[in-house]
């Protein structure tokens, strides 16, 4: 059974910085690509960013872009998110999610369809 389990959120204030994790379990971990999906209060799912199976090739939403930072260590079955300079509409519970298809993405990795499997998300909320 695929599990996907997110912790690291939390409250933090304009500015301030949080890692978020995702441990994997039940699948190959490191021949799919992962990514980062946000859902704000009242809004649907927004995708965040994408790392490929082997730990590069990132890509990022046009909003996380210079602030946030995928990356995985495949030895621990993790995928992170590192976000800096965090700001009020950052807040969101974030998922990890898993590309459906093996290997690396192709260019349908922003499209929510493709990922077959999700944690439970954890809550970031940036306020001051």
């Known amino acids: 059974e695929v599990q996907l389990v997110e912790s690291g959120g939390g409250l933090v204030q304009p500015g301030g910085s949080l890692r978020l994790s995702c441990a994997a379990s039940?699948?190959?971990?490191?021949?799919?690509?992962m990514s980062w999906v946000r859902q704000a209060p009242g809004k649907g799912l927004e995708w965040v960013s994408v790392?490929?199976?082997?730990?590069?090739?990132?890509i990022y939403a046009d909003f996380a872009k210079g602030r946030f930072t995928i990356s995985r260590h495949n030895a621990k079955n993790t995928v992170y998110l590192q976000m800096n300079n965090l700001k009020p509409e950052d807040t969101a519970v974030y998922y990890c999610?898993?590309?459906?298809?093996?290997?690396?993405?192709?260019?349908?990795?922003?499209?929510?369809?493709?990922?077959?499997?999700w944690g439970q998300g954890t809550q970031v909320t940036v306020s001051a």
């Open positions: 039940g699948f190959t971990f490191h021949n799919y690509a």
């Open positions: 790392i490929n199976s082997g730990g590069s090739t990132p």
């Open positions: 999610a898993k590309y459906a298809k093996v290997r690396d993405y192709s260019s349908d990795y922003a499209s929510l369809s493709t990922y077959d499997s």
